[in-house]
């Protein structure tokens, strides 16, 4: 059975850099697209960016477009979303999520019913 554990988050000024990991145990990450979502206090859960089974196709939610990097490496079984500029509204805790590669293209909006596989998440702060 699939298993994602997020690492890679803490505490960072404005204006750093921080980079998420999200290591696949269990089974295979081939067959999945992989979406980053993240949830701030008192808010719903967004999604933040999304990245192709293949790799090829990337989205991104536009408070983060231009600011972060999402990519994969399916032989190390890891995703990673590289994320730079950070401001104090991007303060969340971050999920990684294995996504059916039939819902890419509407990755983003997906509600969290619709993913079968969650990691634990990883708290970024952005705090001077």
């Known amino acids: 059975q699939l298993q994602l554990v997020e690492s890679g988050g803490g505490l960072v000024q404005p204006g750093g850099s921080l980079r998420l990991s999200c290591a696949a145990s269990?089974?295979?990450?081939?067959?999945?697209?992989i979406g980053w979502f993240r949830q701030a206090p008192g808010k719903e859960r967004e999604g933040v960016s999304c990245i192709s089974q293949s790799g090829s196709g990337t989205t991104y939610a536009d408070s983060v477009s231009g600011r972060f990097t999402v990519s994969r490496d399916d032989a190390k079984t890891t995703a990673y979303l590289e994320m730079k500029s950070l401001k104090p509204e991007d303060t969340a805790v971050y999920f990684c999520a294995a996504v059916n590669t039939l819902l890419f293209n509407i990755c983003l909006k997906l509600p969290e019913s619709a993913v079968d596989t969650w990691g634990q998440g990883t708290l970024v702060t952005v705090s001077s």
């Open positions: 269990g089974a295979t990450l081939n067959y999945y697209a």
